[in-house]
Nanobody
Framework: QVQLVQSGGGLVQAGGSLRLSCAAS????????MGWYRQAPGKQREIIAA???????NYADSVKGRFTISRDNAKNTMYLQMNSLKPEDTAVYYC?????????????WGQGTQVTVSS
């Protein structure tokens, strides 16, 4: 079993910055992909950033140039640095990880954390 525990988030003014963390624990052989999703009220959950095993990253157009996804393999922790935040970034943010485990490839979610950007 793998657990993803998120930290960070909160309330920030427009133009400010926040950093989210996602720490993985459990039986992990290797990381396939990890990513950050968000879900705003009344909207579907959307992927905003992803990092694959080799370290390549991808971003949604809405956050490109403002958000940075990174990973510390030694700590099994993924980060999302969010700069130049806008009110439209307000959402619940979730981390997601796809790992190779003793049970095969499995997908796990963090508990979610609220990010609120005031104008």
């Amino acid at each position: 079993q793998v657990q993803l525990v998120q930290s960070g988030g909160g309330l920030v003014q427009a133009g400010g910055s926040l950093r989210l963390s996602c720490a993985a624990s459990g039986s992990i052989f290797s990381i396939n992909t990890m990513g950050w999703y968000r879900q705003a009220p009344g909207k579907q959950r959307e992927i905003i950033a992803a990092i694959i095993a080799g370290g390549s990253t991808n971003y949604a157009d809405s956050v490109k140039g403002r958000f940075t996804i990174s990973r510390d393999n030694a700590k099994n922790t993924m980060y999302l640095q969010m700069n130049s935040l806008k009110p439209e970034d307000t959402a619940v943010y979730y981390c997601n990880g796809n790992y190779r485990t003793p049970l095969g490839a499995r997908n796990y979610w963090g508990q979610g954390t609220q990010v609120t950007v005031s104008s």
